[in-house]
């Protein structure tokens, strides 16, 4: 088991560019999560994918467009990147995301350390 | 939406003592609170999790207790040792999980 796994490691945009930070899981989870992790504020939540076919806004969606491709797949699309969005992207997944008893072990990937200029 | 606060966000301590890091949250239909260890340049893992039903858990060295009429809970973690120096995440989920700022915890040989 690969567990979840990010592409690619490093990138360097220009401000403007665009780009898709890809993202899979082997371990049959149905909720997958995309996080941006800054220094001193913790992991914040851009989108996620409670289930295959569905999507939604997470705490910081702006500037960010997602595609939950199967149940393996989640990508991340950056239209435009500007610089305010300089960080390391993390991709989790977990048997399910609701709340109370639904609520799970979340697994995250290696990262994506992303800078733009 | 949820807001989870979390205190100190440095924590230095003597090998061998204790550390304890706090947590507050703010949405009472919370009820799912899981700590993560994210050692440097590596990913967060989970280190414990507990549940609203349940007032403590403890695992070896580790320990985390909720109060739920207060909204807070802690990390506890005993006997300290070298491997322990990471940054440590708290979280809340009631329908979606939000992240503390992180406490980064170095222990001093």
């Known amino acids: 088991n690969a567990g979840v796994t990010q592409t690619p490691k490093f990138q360097v945009l220009k401000t403007g560019q665009s780009m898709t930070l890809q993202c899979a899981q082997d371990?049959?989870?149905?909720?997958m999560y995309w996080y941006r992790q800054d220094p001193g504020m913790g992991l914040r939540l851009i989108y996620y994918?409670?289930?295959?076919?569905?999507?939604d806004k997470g705490e910081v969606p702006n500037g960010y467009n997602v595609s939950r491709l199967n149940k393996r797949e989640f990508s991340l699309r950056l239209e435009s990147a500007a610089p305010s969005q300089t960080s390391v992207y993390f991709c989790?997944?977990?048997?399910?995301?609701?709340?109370?008893?639904?609520?799970?072990?979340?697994?995250f990937g290696p990262g994506t350390r992303l800078t733009v200029t | 939406g949820e807001n989870v606060e979390q205190h100190p966000s440095t924590l230095s301590v003597q090998e061998g003592d204790s550390a304890v890091i706090k947590c507050t949250y703010s949405?009472?239909?919370?009820?799912?609170f899981p700590w993560y260890k994210q050692e440097l340049g590596k990913r967060p893992q989970l280190i414990i999790d507990i549940r609203s039903n349940v007032g403590e858990k403890k695992d070896q060295r580790i320990a985390v207790t909720l109060n739920k009429t207060a909204k807070h809970f802690s990390l506890h973690i005993t006997e300290t040792q070298p491997e322990d120096s990471a940054v440590y995440f708290c979280?809340?989920?009631?329908?979606?999980?939000?992240f503390g700022a992180g406490t980064t915890v170095t222990v001093r040989a």
């Open positions: 371990m049959n989870h149905n909720s």
């Open positions: 949405d009472s239909a919370s009820n799912y």
């Open positions: 994918s409670a289930s295959e076919g569905t999507t």
């Open positions: 979280a809340a989920s009631s329908d979606k999980l939000s």
């Open positions: 989790a997944s977990s048997k399910s995301g609701g709340g109370g008893r639904l609520s799970y072990e979340q697994y």
